[in-house]
């Protein structure tokens, strides 16, 4: 090459060199403005985007629970499990809710919505403090899996405690408000992702879950299994979690029929579906549906399964892809839907654009969310008895008080499971100490525990108190999931309604001891337990669930009367358990106050008050009406006893005599506060197609024509108020 080529090419190159550092800031602005990283774009765009960018290998590893870092692409590692049943769990510091149960036995939604909202502002406020810690954790991500909207249809299943109970309507409507507070209401970003669990035909046997078939006919399955996930996926729950069992032979987590044909095609879910921890494991391993776990994986996503709690989609799915039983696209289409979560929640924008960023430590666990599991709790508890209204006691009359029972001091019946930590939890003995004040004498005793029949403490002191609080009960170690009840008989179920007999034989020594002075039980249970069996030896039960942090102070307010008991039952109490059917039997027939007509303790709804109340019903209502027309009733409520309190007013339909039409069923309730000697207006509105059945001939809805009655009252028994009218 001569000198002048030479200098020639010299000059290209250098000019070059110079045009690229010149042009660098624009490219690596260029790349800073990829369409993903753009937040003016829609997140459909984006999210094709940043797939598109992505390597086989990085699409699986981000498949998985404990998705991986793809630095290259500023995709942050990340982990998906998170709980907040009853409050943020597992995470540290929380305020610590009622449990489950014991908010649907608020009849509540607009104050569960607050608690819900009060959750997702404590979850943010974590999240942030973690991020900015660089601590990208398990229980500190904003992907929480809750609620838990399973039909508590049989009272041994140790994990109905984190339902809202028996009933599809009430477990809806309750499921619905916690996810509207949990997501919160801004137009771009998710405040916190919600998940509607265990999808579906889910409620036990815990011990063979892994294992377990379901069978269950059309009718069932759409009239109660799957009509709270339907109502929360029309009220835009982000994510849908598969159960572990199987449904008619097939298991959940690869029932193309419910991810794919029901959920997505037919009702429009456009979130992501994750499956419960190992269900996929199970599909191969106990279910022994497929034969290994590439088959699984392939049958996952192609069922609609988005999210793998485990790893199996992460290490296998590859291979299906390799052995010709998935594509690359499906791929794309499992994680195209967990990033529009992430999307949604603003992982990939500037943090300062997002309404929650600014939530730090002032917004966990203060003094205005303590107030709120206070009031939750107030609402929660459920008066079964008050003989010659021994409540409320008055503390003028009463100079000591005995508080005494395996579970009057206990942390674990106070927080149930999948809950916080706090420093701050108010058990039964001090929120009844703090309540009288120092000038009340007041005693502790354990009294008993879960199992010795003989050997009782305390009850010579009970004797010596002017009323005696006795504290027994169930806790999370007796029901609950599988592994976590570890003092349950048969893997976290309950083998039958009874109390432990050890609390029997002491509530009956109890009441040897104190004679003809009061004793008050409360009960701390997530379920339907047997009240018959120490009713004779209590003047008054309170029912408190598993209460929350707050749950000594609620109570202390209920006995002395500074709050009226408010409480409705979420379950039917029936009178023995031998009246229902067998457990593993999904068939509604013969089970909840939907199907069963045999003896009870406590109907469903039920709930004693301090106070009464009258109804009186105006116009309203029409004689007959059309499927498209609404039911409206005008209710007037009437405080007519000796202080204010909250009525919750239950409307319930009657059907025509049609078979396998329920006995009656909720369709609206109303909460109101009314003072002594007001009155309260309340209306309700029911569409007539909400009185829709499922014709098993057809394979579709249905209004069948005839003659209805809309019940109002207080409970499932109660009728205050009835008004017949028919539809054509």
């Not at 107030?378 to 579970?407: D, E, F, R, T």
């Not at 009840?485 to 002491?506: H, M, N, Q, R, V």
């Not at 003072?675 to 809805?701: C, N, S």
Request: net charge neutral; glycine share 8%.
């Amino acid at each position: 090459m001569d000198q002048g080529v030479k200098f020639t090419f010299c000059v290209k190159t250098a000019f070059k060199f110079c045009l690229l550092l010149m042009l660098m800031p624009a490219l690596l602005r260029a790349q800073d403005k990829f369409v993903y990283k753009d937040a003016t774009q829609p997140v459909d765009a984006r999210v094709k985007d940043l797939v598109s960018r992505l390597t086989l290998d990085e699409k699986v590893s981000l498949l998985g629970y404990q998705s991986k870092a793809v630095a290259r692409l500023g995709i942050p590692a990340y982990n998906w499990w998170n709980e907040a049943l009853h409050g943020v769990a597992r995470a540290g510091e929380a305020t610590i809710f009622p449990q489950a149960i014991g908010m649907a036995a608020t009849f509540n939604d607009d104050l569960l919505k607050q608690v819900a909202t009060v959750i997702s502002t404590e979850a943010r406020a974590k999240y942030n403090l973690a991020i900015a810690q660089d601590r990208r954790l398990q229980y500190m991500g904003l992907t929480f899996w809750t609620p838990n909207i399973n039909i508590f249809r049989d009272p041994r299943w140790g994990r109905g405690q984190e339902t809202y109970g028996e009933d599809p309507f009430l477990t809806a409507t309750m499921g619905t408000a916690f996810v509207k507070g949990l997501q919160g209401n801004d137009p771009q970003y998710l405040k916190a992702s919600a998940t509607a669990k265990h999808f579906a035909v889910h409620s036990g046997p815990e011990a063979t879950r892994d294992k377990f078939d379901a069978q269950v006919d059309e009718k069932d399955l759409r009239e109660t299994y799957l009509y709270a996930f339907h109502a929360l996926v029309s009220g835009g729950v982000e994510s849908v979690m598969s159960a572990y069992n199987r449904v008619n032979g097939t298991p959940n987590s690869i029932n193309k029929m419910l991810l794919t044909d029901i959920l997505r095609k037919e009702w429009g879910f456009k979130g992501h579906v994750v499956t419960d921890c190992g269900a996929l494991n199970d599909v191969y391993e106990t279910h022994k549906s497929l034969p290994g776990p590439v088959e699984t994986a392939a049958a996952a996503i192609k069922a609609g399964v988005d999210l793998d709690c485990s790893t199996v989609l992460q290490e296998d799915a590859i291979k299906a892809v390799k052995q010709g039983l998935l594509t690359e696209k499906e791929i794309d289409n499992a994680l195209s839907s967990l990033f529009r979560t992430e999307f949604r929640l603003g992982f990939y924008d500037d943090p300062a654009m997002n309404p929650f960023h600014a939530y730090g430590a002032d917004s966990v666990h203060n003094v205005f969310h303590a107030a709120l599991a206070r009031k939750a709790a107030q609402q929660a508890m459920v008066l079964l008895k008050n003989n010659n209204n021994v409540l409320p006691l008055k503390k003028s009359a009463v100079s000591s008080v005995m508080v005494i029972g395996p579970n009057a001091a206990a942390i674990d019946p106070m927080v149930a499971n999948y809950h916080g930590t706090s420093d701050k939890i108010v058990n039964f003995v001090e929120g009844i100490t703090k309540a009288v004040g120092p000038s009340t004498r007041v005693e502790y005793d354990l009294g008993c525990d879960y199992k010795d029949t003989v050997h009782f403490g305390g009850t010579w002191a009970a004797g010596n108190a002017d009323a005696t609080v006795a504290v027994i009960g169930l806790s999370p170690v007796l029901e609950g999931e599988a592994g976590d009840a570890f003092l349950s008989e048969t893997g976290g179920d309950k083998k039958d309604l009874s109390l432990p007999k050890s609390e029997i034989a002491f509530m009956k020594a109890l009441r040897e001891s104190v004679q003809h002075k009061p004793i008050i039980a409360v009960i701390t249970a997530g379920s339907d337990v047997d009240i018959d069996a120490i009713a004779p030896y209590a003047d008054a039960i309170v029912l408190a669930w598993y209460p929350g942090e707050q749950g000594g102070n609620a109570l202390a307010d209920i006995l002395f009367g500074d709050v009226s008991p408010s409480g409705h039952l979420p379950v039917t109490f029936y009178k023995s358990i031998s009246n229902v059917p067998d457990y593993s039997n999904y068939n509604m027939k013969g089970r909840t106050y939907r199907y069963y007509d045999g003896p009870v303790q406590f109907p469903f709804g039920f709930g004693m008050s301090y106070t009464s109340f009258a109804y009186q019903a105006e116009s309203g209502m029409k004689p007959a009406y059309k499927v498209s027309d609404t039911l409206t009733v005008n209710l007037q409520v009437k405080n007519t006893g000796q202080m204010d309190g909250d009525e919750v007013v239950q409307a319930y339909i009657t059907y025509p005599k049609i078979d396998r039409m329920p006995l009656k069923e909720l369709k609206g309730f109303k909460r109101v506060s009314v003072t002594k000697g007001g009155e309260r207006h309340v209306v309700f509105k029911i569409p007539v197609k909400e009185l829709q059945k499922w014709d098993m001939a057809t394979h579709g809805w249905k209004v069948y024509p005839g003659n209805y009655k809309l019940i109002l009252g207080d409970n499932a028994v109660d009728e205050k108020v009835s008004i017949g009218f028919e539809v054509k």
